[in-house]
């Protein structure tokens, strides 16, 4: 192999092990067992086994560590918020995908599945105006059933644009005591010039079953509620409800079809500024402008994709959950890259997306639209083998969604011939969903997609000579972004490139592993000058050669 070599390797190429020749020149080499299985969170077991010989082991990534770039601001200053949102966002997917259906049965009247969901749009609402009081029903999520839980209530109407409605709870109070109208007309500024044209140009326009051509946004001391009293380090933003789409009474579809909670409109539910933790905790109005500006641009996506399926006579469910959670994760990034006007595939910097330390308008850019992606990909990259892209715990793991993310972002860069916003749109048109929609989509086997990204997680911005651009992102430097961020998600004493690599051949090695299917596990052999010829073996428990379902060995010489 050249330097910059890429080879994909099944059990039957290599039945006697991977063989390496005496050279005299140093050599260094990736090796990755990956588990291509399309079955979901199938767990292979095996065992690396490398000969005895003399080998120059520098250590686990060092040499890539020597190659990351410098940068000098500092994390600690920026407030970070991760989990209850996910939690909360996990719970709406699991009941929209158990407790609502497509799959409708025929109208006894038309003789159409389709004509039901079809017939669900209401008369044209009129728009309210600034000042009028809205009837609108909440999903209580704290219930299992949020169809048949919810909280009727009503709301202010305290600012109306282009695209957006903003109302706030009358049970929060008068919505000038808790914002400034300047503030709450940001908010709206901010959905008509950047999140809703963005979300739609990646995601396709979400549909208007109320007739009136805007989104309403809701701030609810409802949603308050939702993070317990003196919780830190995370909070509930806010959630769209694919319920809200659907009619309120069965119209023939049988059960699933209809929502008694349904407002027939498109509503996000949204975190309300509370001075005196009248529901909970205090939350200031900057607290909440802040706080919700990612979950807007994230839920936004969840609305658009499940307003496609919807209204498609051809779906007949909602899109698999890693895929649906990983591109509203996708939109964050989309949306943040709008606001500080980066291009679509501008390769990122950390010194791009964090260019000054906290307090800092870029600073609030960086932890709405960014920081959330780079630390769940942090979390995937400390354990690559035990969380997949495609795996069923993206309702509950930060790990998943991060993988899901970047394999996202990856085929955006290598897969969509320099358009990744017709990529996305066609990923959320279905009606095709999961694996099967992606790798139809991206026009590649679903074996090749994992492999460029896993190779690419570790190859990216390496300054590998003549590795092929298909093993690099596009749209991130992740030698640069990576290493301060996982300083700050991980403890680290010092800032690394966090991807979890096994040195082998530094002895007898007999190293038991295993992996996921959609993911694979990461090991590095560096061969000093001179050495003898060598062999790294991958066997199953018994001894034999590994032969399990999905297994490819990626081999990529890097020096």
């Known amino acids: 192999m050249a330097v910059g070599d890429v080879r994909v390797l099944n059990s039957t190429d290599i039945p006697n092990g991977i063989s390496l020749p005496a050279n005299s020149s140093a050599r260094d080499y990736l090796i990755v067992v990956g588990n291509t299985n399309t079955a979901h969170d199938v767990v292979a077991n095996y065992v690396v086994k490398a000969d005895r010989s003399q080998t120059s082991v520098f250590g686990v990534e060092t040499a890539a560590n020597m190659l990351a770039s410098r940068y000098s601001l500092s994390m600690e200053q920026v407030p970070l918020a991760r989990t209850a949102q996910q939690a909360m966002d996990n719970k709406v997917r699991a009941f929209e995908r158990s407790g609502l259906t497509l799959k409708t049965r025929s109208n006894p009247l038309t003789g159409s599945r389709f004509s039901i969901r079809r017939n669900t749009q209401v008369s044209a609402a009129v728009l309210p105006a600034v000042g009028d009081v809205i009837n609108l029903k909440i999903p209580d999520a704290s219930s299992t059933n949020l169809c048949n839980n919810f909280i009727s209530t009503q709301a202010t109407v305290a600012s109306v644009s282009r695209r957006a409605i903003l109302a706030v709870d009358t049970l929060d109070g008068n919505p000038n005591l808790l914002f400034t109208q300047a503030v709450m007309d940001s908010i709206t500024a901010e959905f008509d010039n950047i999140t809703y044209p963005t979300d739609s140009s990646y995601y396709n326009n979400p549909t208007d079953i109320d007739g009136n051509g805007h989104i309403i946004l809701l701030f609810t001391g409802q949603i308050n509620k939702l993070t317990p009293p003196n919780t830190t380090g995370g909070f509930v933003g806010g959630f769209f409800f694919a319920g809200d789409l659907f ?170 011939n320099a358009d990744p916003r017709t990529l996305t749109r066609k990923l959320a048109a279905g009606p095709d969903t999961g694996v099967k929609n992606f790798a139809a989509v991206a026009g590649a086997p679903i074996d090749t997609l994992v492999k460029g990204w896993l190779v690419s997680m570790y190859a990216d911005h390496l300054g590998i000579a003549n590795l092929p651009a298909k093993y690099q992102y596009r749209s991130y430097n992740f030698r640069s972004v990576m290493p301060p961020v996982s300083k700050a998600v991980l403890g680290q004493a010092t800032a690394t490139y966090p991807l979890r690599v096994q040195s082998i051949g530094s002895g007898s090695d007999n190293i038991t592993a295993q992996n996921r299917s959609g993911t694979g596990t990461y090991y590095r052999l560096t061969v000093a000058a001179g050495a003898s010829a060598k062999n790294v073996k991958v066997l199953d428990t018994s001894g034999n050669n590994a032969s399990f379902v999905g297994e490819h060995v990626y081999v990529l010489r890097v020096q």
């Not at 049988?254 to 509503?267: D, R, T, V, Y």
């Not at 909602?318 to 606001?339: I, K, M, N, P």
């Open 247 to 416: 009619p309120p009474t069965d119209q023939g579809g049988g059960p699933g079809s209809f929502c008694a909670e349904s407002n027939q409109a498109e509503i996000f539910y949204l975190l309300s500024p509370d001075p005196t933790g009248r529901f909970g905790n205090v939350r200031s109005t900057s607290s909440v402008r802040q706080g919700t500006r990612g979950t807007i641009a994230h839920e936004f996506q969840h609305m658009i994709n499940a307003g496609n399926r919807f209204l498609n006579p051809a779906a007949s469910s909602f899109e698999s959950t890693w895929l649906d959670e990983g591109l509203a994760h996708f939109a964050e990034d989309a949306v943040g890259r709008v606001s500080r006007g980066f291009g679509d595939l501008q390769t990122l910097t950390f010194s791009d997306v964090l260019p000054c330390n906290s307090p800092c308008s870029q600073a609030n850019d960086f932890n709405a639209f960014f920081f959330q992606n780079l630390a769940r990909l942090t979390d995937w990259m400390d354990k690559p083998d035990q969380f997949a892209p495609f795996s069923k715990m993206a309702d509950t793991s930060l790990a998943v969604r991060g993988a899901a993310w970047a394999i996202l972002r990856y085929a955006a860069d290598n897969y969509s």
